[in-house]
């Protein structure tokens, strides 16, 4: 006769330590797959949240997300400057960041790190195991009274 785990039996995921749920646990009834589109935006909305954090994305990607927005139907580009591997139970991430200037920018991509970390895996269930981040840009706010100026429509 065959022995069953009395753990798991209802509808709750297994918990790690962290208390997170964990996808495709053993003993499971099915396995649950997360497109890497679904982790770079919830990546994305993590690291914009920080306060300090201006944009994401190198200035080629920015650019091309400019042009993007304007395009009616297109929507609002939430993955510039992410980029992840999503394996069946981790997943790692990868932030191109442009920091505000003044922002101590330790400061800012510790808390990047940490809101990423913890919103990834709170909604996706996978284990984050690195979130590296690349600091391309400081934000100036000249550069915002810069772009509005050379608007050639009022």
């Known amino acids: 006769m065959a022995q069953t785990s009395a753990t798991n039996q209802g509808t709750t995921p297994a918990l790690r330590t962290g208390s997170t749920p964990v ?3 053993d003993g499971a009834q099915g396995k ?3 497109a890497s589109a679904v982790v770079q935006k919830v990546a994305g909305i993590a690291a914009r949240e920080v306060s300090g954090v201006h944009a994401l994305g ?3 990607s920015r650019a091309f997300g ?3 927005e304007r395009i009616p139907g297109s929507g609002t580009v939430t993955t510039a400057g992410v980029s992840v591997e999503v394996g069946e139970k981790q997943t790692a991430v990868d932030l191109d960041v442009v920091v505000e200037y003044g922002a101590r920018i330790v400061d800012v991509a510790r808390a990047v790190r940490r809101n990423v970390i913890s919103t990834v895996e709170q909604i996706t269930g996978l284990e984050v195991i690195e ?4 600091v391309n840009d400081i934000h100036l706010p000249e550069d915002d009274e810069a772009e509005e100026s050379n608007s050639r429509v009022e």
């Open 23 to 25: 996808l495709n646990e």
């Open 32 to 34: 649950t797959t997360i």
């Open 58 to 60: 190198g200035g080629v």
């Open 66 to 68: 400019a042009i993007k």
């Open 131 to 134: 979130v590296n981040i690349a």
